[in-house]
């Protein structure tokens, strides 16, 4: 079994959407603003990859540019404006220490509780305050609470691959151009691997795969199977559970 963080995420919200999505492979329906959230994902990328040589504004909308269609009608138009206006205000607060960035779209792999956990790191900037790990997040809303605990694994990624402890770990939500920060350093790294371990541990023992709801519930796509939604769920297609059964 390999896992990422997202899988680990999903499973620690919801053992039955876990169980939906990665053992039955039953697809997730698209999110409508999903197509934005790519197109500025790939647009960071490929900006922060350049921006030693060229990290000015123009350059980023450029990149931008590039990865967007022109826009067909007035929504089109909306999202093209949401996601010019997130880059400038994310170049405005970022735009001098984005020359700094190191380990760009570094990928990872580190063992725990036996298990091969993988991921790929968005970026680390260097700072006054010291090295931070920045990992980008593109949904449309702010979660109302923050757990750091992929930035505390993404931090033991870091160190696997550059042997750098980040002192700083942060999500920064573009749309919204909120910046989040946690401390790092050792601490911030083994209470990562405490809580990862346990969460591996967890689900190697599990048999129940019940579902948890919460405020998660609103992008599931499972809900027609799901027993906290429906007095009288569907059941889950049978090519779909023959799909999870041992070889
Ligand atoms: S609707 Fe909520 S509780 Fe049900 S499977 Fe989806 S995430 Fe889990």
Redesign the pocket.
Known sequence: MKLTFTKLDTYK??P??FR?KYQAKLREAPLRSRNLSLILHRTLQAFLFHARRDPSLNALLRTYETYCQQPQDIKQQQRYQEGRHALEVFHREQGDRLATAVALEQAFSVYLAGIEIAGRLDCALETEAGLELMDFKFTSQVPPSLDPLQLQLYSLGLKEVTGSTSDILTYYYLRQGKRVSFPGGEAAIQEGKDRVNGLVRRLQDEQEFA???GP??GT?S??RY?P??RQHPDPIPPMLVQARLPL
């Open positions: 919200a919801c039955l959407r939906l579902p948890s709801s998660w519930c599931c499972y809900r799901c906290t939604q």
